[in-house]
């Protein structure tokens, strides 16, 4: 289980865990929960924000945020 | 008898939801495609059938019922409080087909409120191409309600969502989600103390940091016994809450949706891989930028020169067909060059708006906020900062408004203090006419030097904006949460009738607006301009033949009038206030439109065109007129210096009453707005001089 922050470019993986108190609420009702797959299409230069795909969703999250959800790799 | 039907729009950012609410009711409404353009309330009417008319809400867009910002915040207090007038019959929740999903969130808790839902799914043209396929009488059996398929870009589908408006009663108002499932324990208390009343209704109030006022009273001083709970442990227990309505949702689109993978084309991950590039994005991102200011620049001026002479001729028609006299006067040399001096810039500002319109109708704004969010974030902005820094360009005051879904305040507060910086089109005009003057014609690389200086105004509002913000946070100390989240939707092709539509309302609505105080300032100039105190003013003529026994009848006459007019109340005013703008390279003429212009800086040129024409009634345009200006030194007024002086002066000070306004608004004291008038007005003061000083 790894941070998503350190998840690469194009690498598929399952959301694991969230800290709950460090995430906003928003992001989790747009689908970062546990059990969903995510992936990063995009990081921007010095790898922040994050360009991802959680579920259905396309979205952007800074790296500060992606450090506390954890997720599981899919090989 | 006609019956009224109260109905909500709700839904998710960039679903459509004001393009349908733009059909339904034809009023003509801005529809981006950046998440929370709509902001302020919008309502229209619609006829239902014979008898029914639909008084229809278009409410902010939301992902969720529980919000994160202030216009978020706007559905929760509407749809908790039934004694508000607007207080819905039946809601409808605008869901963007590709999306399904996670739209689905909001249904589900709107529903959960006891107000009749109809799903409207949207896009539903696109369902082909990207193999979705849908069973809408499962889907309507399982989430207990009436689905209507619409596709807004094809304007299909809306009379058969108007007859299910009309038979809304039919819609079950049963919640989809037990509530009280996420703590048994803790909602059977609820349910004891407040008998009666609906569970999820109540741990709204209870979760939502939002205004109540409206509701009950006692119901929110009994309730605040129940807030017991830690913010974490509430945080949890929304977390439990939003899990359980995706388990549901999960089990009805397991039923309901099928997507065929296979026939979906990925056009967005192409574009994106090139738009959000860590190199071309941010090439191309300039690009355009430059593209638009050099095409704002050179397409506009071809009908520019058409209305200047337009309103010259005018002037011209006017003063030589009608009976001469006070009335006359003023018509001609008041009231016509004032408002010349505004609609000549109609064209830039018009193609402005359609630019800005185009990048948020394509989905384009987004990504320059994915793009731009760590470079901002160094100056203590956030990526999000970058639509007001840019819609500012068109002008600042919905651009401060559009700060609302930043999510921390400070970022949000710095971000509202420096969009003033940036160059609205109201300062267009100014450096329009003053870059004519005094840029010489020639290119580099190109590029015309007079596109050039253009550009380069807009950067330095730009740098200046981003100076600021980098003092303001390092000097401000407010402690707030910070995060940053957005959607980054579909690449779509732009709605002409959205972006005409825009264009159109932006162009008119900066011309009435500018219009206004431009026809009232105009007359007020002439009066003051036409009138003076005392001998010289009235004796003006017998003045100059005494000083110039020698020269001809045409000279003198020129003579008098621009001694009369040094001599008019407003020659008085101005010639007071000289001393302190004569070290910017400015006389006291510039120095009335300084003054006047503080109103809204476009009445600048309008205050020189009523000042010049009062002085020499000969019907040359505007800019003529200011090239023919000399000082008493013998050189030209606007020169390379005093001109660029007096463009670094628009740069920086904060001219422009109507944004003070509104940052009051917005930061609900008037300590920020009258901090950035003392400010700004003193750096663009000491800016300006050192500008003429060098230059001269």
Same mark, same amino acid.
């Given at each position: 289980?790894?941070?998503?922050?350190?998840?690469?470019?194009?690498?598929?993986?399952?959301?694991?865990?969230?800290?709950?108190?460090?995430?906003?609420?928003?992001?989790?009702?747009?689908?970062?929960?546990?059990?969903?797959?995510?992936?990063?299409?995009?990081?921007?230069?010095?790898?922040?924000?994050?360009?991802?795909?959680?579920?259905?969703?396309?979205?952007?999250?800074?790296?500060?945020?992606?450090?506390?959800?954890?997720?599981?790799?899919?090989? | 008898?006609?019956?009224?039907?109260?109905?909500?729009?709700?839904?998710?950012?960039?679903?459509?939801?004001?393009?349908?609410?733009?059909?339904?009711?034809?009023?003509?409404? *801005?529809? +981006?495609?950046?998440?929370?353009?709509?902001?302020?309330?919008?309502?229209?009417?619609?006829?239902?059938?014979?008898?029914?008319?639909?008084?229809?809400?278009?409410?902010?867009?939301?992902?969720?019922?529980?919000?994160?910002?202030?216009?978020?915040?706007?559905?929760?207090?509407?749809?908790?409080? @039934?004694?508000?007038?607007?207080?819905?019959?039946?809601?409808?929740?605008?869901?963007?087909?590709?999306?399904?999903?996670?739209?689905?969130?909001?249904?589900?808790?709107?529903?959960?409120?006891?107000?009749?839902?109809?799903?409207?799914?949207?896009?539903?043209?696109?369902?082909?191409?990207?193999?979705?396929?849908?069973?809408?009488?499962?889907?309507?059996?399982?989430?207990?309600? *009436?689905?209507?398929?619409?596709?807004?870009?094809?304007?299909?589908?809306?009379?058969?969502?108007?007859?299910?408006?009309?038979?809304?009663?039919?819609?079950?108002?049963?919640?989809?989600?037990?509530?009280?499932?996420?703590?048994?324990?803790?909602?059977?208390?609820?349910?004891?103390?407040?008998?009666?009343?609906?569970?999820?209704?109540?741990?709204?109030?209870?979760?939502?940091?939002?205004?109540?006022?409206?509701?009950?009273?006692?119901?929110?001083?009994?309730?605040?016994?129940?807030?017991?709970? !830690?913010?974490?442990?509430?945080?949890?227990?929304?977390?439990?809450?939003?899990?359980?309505?995706?388990?549901?949702?999960?089990?009805?689109?397991?039923?309901?949706?099928?997507?065929?993978?296979?026939?979906?084309?990925?056009?967005?991950?192409?574009?994106?891989?090139?738009?959000?590039?860590?190199?071309?994005?941010?090439?191309?991102?300039?690009?355009?930028?430059?593209?638009?200011?050099?095409?704002?620049? !050179?397409?506009?001026?071809?009908?520019?020169?058409?209305?200047?002479?337009?309103?010259?001729?005018?002037?011209?028609?006017?003063?030589?067909?009608?009976?001469?006299?006070?009335?006359?006067?003023?018509?001609?040399?008041?009231?016509?060059?004032?408002?010349?001096?505004?609609?000549?810039?109609?064209?830039?500002?018009?193609?402005?708006?359609?630019?800005?319109?185009?990048?948020?109708?394509?989905?384009?704004?987004?990504?320059?906020?994915?793009?731009?969010?760590?470079?901002?974030?160094?100056?203590?902005?956030?990526? *999000?900062?970058?639509?007001?820094?840019?819609?500012?360009?068109?002008? &600042?005051?919905?651009?401060?408004? !559009?700060?609302?879904?930043?999510?921390?305040?400070?970022?949000?507060?710095?971000?509202?203090?420096?969009?003033?910086?940036?160059?609205?089109?109201?300062?267009?005009?100014?450096?329009?006419?003053?870059?004519?003057?005094?840029?010489?014609?020639?290119?580099?690389?190109?590029?015309?030097?007079?596109?050039?200086?253009?550009?380069?105004?807009?950067?330095?509002?730009?740098?200046?904006?981003?100076?600021? #913000?980098?003092?303001?946070?390092?000097?401000?100390?407010?402690?707030? @949460?910070?995060?940053?989240?957005?959607?980054?939707?579909?690449?779509?092709?732009?709605?002409? @009738?959205?972006? &005409?539509?825009?264009?159109?309302?932006?162009?008119?609505?900066?011309?009435?607006?500018?219009?206004?105080?431009?026809? #009232?300032?105009?007359?007020?100039?002439?009066?003051?301009?036409?009138?003076?105190?005392?001998?010289?003013?009235?004796?003006?003529?017998?003045?100059?033949?005494?000083?110039?026994?020698?020269?001809?009848? @045409?000279?003198?006459?020129?003579?008098?009038?621009?001694?009369?007019?040094?001599?008019?109340?407003?020659?008085?005013?101005?010639?007071?206030?000289?001393?302190?703008?004569?070290?910017?390279?400015?006389?006291?003429?510039?120095?009335?439109?300084?003054?006047?212009?503080?109103?809204?800086?476009?009445?600048?040129?309008?205050?020189? #065109?009523?000042?010049?024409?009062?002085?020499?009634?000969?019907?040359?345009?505007?800019?003529?007129?200011? &090239?023919?200006?000399?000082?008493?030194?013998?050189?030209?007024?606007?020169?390379? &210096?005093? +001109?660029?002086?007096?463009?670094?002066?628009?740069?920086?000070?904060?001219?422009?009453?109507?944004?003070?306004?509104?940052?009051?608004?917005?930061?609900?004291?008037?300590?920020?707005?009258?901090?950035?008038?003392?400010?700004?007005?003193?750096?663009?003061?000491?800016?300006?001089?050192?500008?003429?000083?060098?230059?001269?």
């Amino acid at each position: 289980m790894i941070p998503l922050s350190q998840l690469k470019f194009g690498e598929n993986a399952c959301i694991e865990s969230i800290e709950i108190d460090k995430i906003p609420l928003k992001l989790i009702e747009m689908g970062c929960l546990p059990g969903n797959f995510i992936t990063i299409i995009q990081k921007a230069p010095f790898d922040d924000p994050l360009y991802l795909k959680v579920d259905e969703t396309h979205l952007a999250i800074r790296k500060e945020t992606a450090k506390f959800i954890f997720v599981k790799l899919i090989k | 008898m006609s019956k009224s039907l109260n109905i909500a729009l709700l839904g998710n950012p960039n679903t459509g939801k004001t393009s349908l609410f733009n059909s339904l009711t034809g009023l003509s409404q *801005k529809v +981006g495609n950046y998440p929370g353009v709509t902001v302020e309330k919008k309502e229209g009417v619609c006829k239902l059938d014979r008898t029914t008319k639909g008084y229809f809400i278009d409410l902010p867009g939301t992902y969720s019922i529980n919000s994160s910002s202030i216009d978020e915040s706007i559905v929760v207090e509407l749809l908790l409080n @039934k004694n508000n007038k607007d207080y819905p019959d039946l809601a409808l929740v605008i869901a963007d087909v590709e999306n399904l999903k996670r739209n689905l969130l909001l249904f589900t808790q709107i529903k959960d409120l006891g107000i009749p839902t109809i799903l409207v799914i949207n896009m539903a043209d696109q369902m082909k191409r990207k193999g979705i396929s849908l069973d809408i009488p499962i889907l309507e059996q399982m989430l207990e309600t *009436k689905i209507a398929l619409v596709s807004t870009r094809e304007n299909t589908g809306l009379d058969e969502l108007k007859k299910l408006i009309l038979n809304y009663r039919i819609i079950s108002n049963k919640p989809l989600v037990q509530i009280n499932s996420i703590d048994k324990k803790y909602f059977e208390n609820l349910e004891n103390a407040f008998p009666g009343q609906l569970l999820y209704k109540l741990w709204l109030i209870i979760t939502q940091d939002a205004n109540f006022g409206a509701i009950q009273r006692t119901l929110i001083s009994d309730i605040s016994k129940f807030q017991t709970k !830690s913010k974490s442990e509430i945080k949890r227990l929304q977390q439990k809450e939003t899990i359980k309505r995706y388990q549901f949702i999960n089990s009805v689109l397991k039923k309901g949706l099928q997507i065929d993978k296979a026939s979906a084309t990925d056009f967005r991950s192409k574009l994106d891989r090139v738009l959000i590039h860590k190199f071309w994005g941010y090439l191309i991102f300039f690009s355009i930028l430059m593209i638009i200011f050099q095409s704002i620049f !050179s397409w506009s001026e071809v009908p520019m020169d058409f209305i200047d002479n337009c309103f010259n001729y005018l002037s011209s028609v006017t003063s030589n067909n009608l009976p001469s006299g006070v009335f006359t006067d003023l018509l001609s040399q008041g009231i016509i060059p004032g408002l010349g001096g505004i609609v000549i810039f109609i064209p830039q500002i018009a193609f402005l708006f359609l630019f800005l319109s185009i990048l948020e109708e394509t989905g384009y704004m987004s990504r320059v906020v994915f793009l731009m969010d760590r470079g901002l974030r160094r100056f203590g902005l956030s990526g *999000k900062s970058i639509i007001p820094l840019i819609s500012g360009t068109a002008c &600042a005051i919905p651009a401060i408004m !559009s700060t609302r879904n930043i999510e921390s305040w400070k970022e949000r507060l710095i971000t509202i203090l420096v969009t003033p910086f940036t160059t609205c089109s109201a300062r267009l005009p100014v450096y329009a006419i003053l870059i004519a003057l005094v840029i010489p014609d020639g290119y580099f690389l190109g590029f015309s030097y007079k596109g050039l200086m253009l550009m380069f105004l807009y950067l330095i509002g730009f740098l200046m904006a981003l100076g600021i #913000a980098w003092i303001l946070t390092t000097t401000l100390s407010i402690h707030s @949460k910070s995060y940053f989240v957005i959607e980054l939707p579909n690449y779509k092709i732009p709605l002409i @009738k959205n972006v &005409a539509l825009t264009v159109w309302e932006k162009t008119k609505s900066f011309v009435e607006g500018a219009g206004k105080i431009i026809l #009232a300032i105009s007359i007020l100039l002439w009066i003051l301009a036409s009138y003076g105190p005392g001998e010289n003013f009235n004796q003006a003529e017998n003045i100059i033949q005494k000083k110039y026994p020698e020269l001809a009848e @045409k000279e003198i006459e020129l003579k008098t009038n621009s001694f009369k007019l040094e001599n008019s109340y407003v020659g008085v005013l101005g010639r007071s206030i000289e001393p302190i703008i004569t070290p910017l390279g400015y006389d006291w003429k510039i120095g009335i439109a300084i003054i006047t212009s503080f109103a809204a800086r476009e009445v600048f040129v309008g205050t020189l #065109a009523t000042i010049y024409s009062v002085q020499n009634d000969d019907n040359d345009t505007i800019k003529n007129k200011m &090239a023919s200006e000399i000082r008493k030194d013998g050189k030209l007024l606007f020169n390379l &210096a005093s +001109g660029t002086s007096l463009m670094i002066f628009y740069a920086f000070a904060m001219q422009c009453m109507s944004t003070l306004a509104v940052v009051k608004k917005e930061t609900n004291s008037w300590k920020w707005p009258l901090g950035q008038l003392f400010f700004m007005t003193i750096l663009a003061y000491f800016i300006s001089f050192l500008t003429y000083q060098i230059l001269s």
